[in-house]
């Protein structure tokens, strides 16, 4: 069976956005693949963090992707530093990774133009822990939003690198993309991507917020000029609006503006509140429902299962480098 890696980082709201873009899709293809998802708290730390307000999050997270329909009967679910391997890969790639090519990368480039105080060198050196998180585990293939995109080629990349100078290791890894939802925008702004970290609240939807919360925002959430109701490039506010709807639906476009045709804008926004609505409270309720004691079951037990796959990689990959430990001689 082919293998699929994801993960999310434990920050921020979880949103809209990273349920249409990437947990979605880990949920339909978790039955065709054996697939790992991962919490990556050693990611947030590339941010300050409150450590109290890390712990409950990464659970947090945990919780959103079993409410999301991750069966951990079939699916491996575990907390990225639960696994010290994802670390000490990373190291070792990061001896193979360049300096230019990590500053290539258009997050980095964002996040040091925002940090006043000079940018951490985790931020730098983000992706790479993200090839090794990937790569550890022989991945095909990687469901992720459009953002992760240029991470994917770079850890193609290592893993080619390391694969012509040390002898075949690695599996060359695809991203997974999806046509439709790989970029939900910014309620407030279609030209932004809906993003956890924006400061302003009233840009995403979290999937924490309560009907109330969600019915407000979708009310205040930006539009174009025009009233039609239909899918239209030139028209970013509305498409982002019609394409939530979309993908909660099911409904094809078509219908959609058939639908809608001889609406307006506030007929739109009140129907798309009800879909968000239903849709996320069945949802919340089940990341209510898991108890303290089942969620940690569920995490011992994805961490045994990964480590074992990261243990024997990283046996290979130090057999190649020739790191060889007293212990491991024989
Ligand atoms: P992050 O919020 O960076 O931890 O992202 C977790 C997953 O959600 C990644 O696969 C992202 O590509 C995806 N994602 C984040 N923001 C969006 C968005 N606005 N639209 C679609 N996918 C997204
Ligand atoms: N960088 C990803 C994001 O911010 C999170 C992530 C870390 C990830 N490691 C990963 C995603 C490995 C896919 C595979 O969304």
Not at 221 to 235: C, M
Request: charged fraction near 30%; aromatic fraction near 6%.
């Amino acid at each position: 069976m082919k293998r699929i890696f994801s993960g999310a980082q434990p920050t921020g709201g979880f949103h809209l956005g990273n349920y249409l873009g990437a947990l979605r899709n880990w949920v339909e293809l978790q039955r065709e693949y054996e697939s790992f998802f991962c919490v990556v708290n050693l990611h947030a730390l590339t941010n300050p963090q409150d450590p109290k307000e890390l712990a409950a999050k990464t659970r947090e997270v945990a919780r959103l992707y079993l409410a999301a329909g991750i069966d951990p009967e079939v699916s491996t679910i575990f907390i990225q530093s639960d696994v010290p391997e994802h670390a000490e890969l990373a190291w070792i790639l990061n001896c193979i990774a360049r300096v230019a090519e990590l500053e290539r990368m258009t997050q980095y480039k964002d996040k040091a133009a925002k940090q006043r105080e000079g940018v951490g060198a985790g931020i730098l050196n983000y992706p790479v822990l993200m090839a090794a998180d990937i790569l550890l585990y022989k991945t095909d293939l990687v469901p992720v939003g459009h953002d992760q995109k240029q991470h994917l080629e770079l850890t193609r990349d290592l893993a080619e690198r390391f694969n012509r100078d040390y002898g075949e290791t690695f599996r060359i890894p695809e991203a997974f993309i999806p046509k439709v939802g790989a970029r939900i925008m910014s309620l407030s702004n279609p030209q932004k991507k809906m993003a956890k970290s924006d400061e302003n609240p009233q840009s995403s939807i979290a999937l924490l917020d309560d009907a109330e919360t969600i019915r407000r925002k979708l009310k205040r959430a930006v539009t174009d000029s025009g009233t039609e109701i239909r899918f239209d490039e030139t028209r970013p506010a509305l498409t982002n609006l019609l394409t939530i709807y979309r993908l909660l639906t099911q409904r094809t476009p078509q219908e959609i503006e058939e639908h809608f045709a001889g609406k307006g804008y506030a007929q739109l926004k009140g129907e798309l509140a009800d879909v968000v609505v239903e849709f996320l409270r069945p949802f919340q309720e089940r990341v209510h429902g898991i108890s303290d004691e089942e969620l940690e079951r569920i995490l011992e037990s994805g961490r045994e299962r990964a480590s074992g796959i990261a243990r024997a990689t990283m046996e290979e990959v130090k057999n190649r480098l020739g790191l060889h430990g007293a212990h491991s001689r024989n």
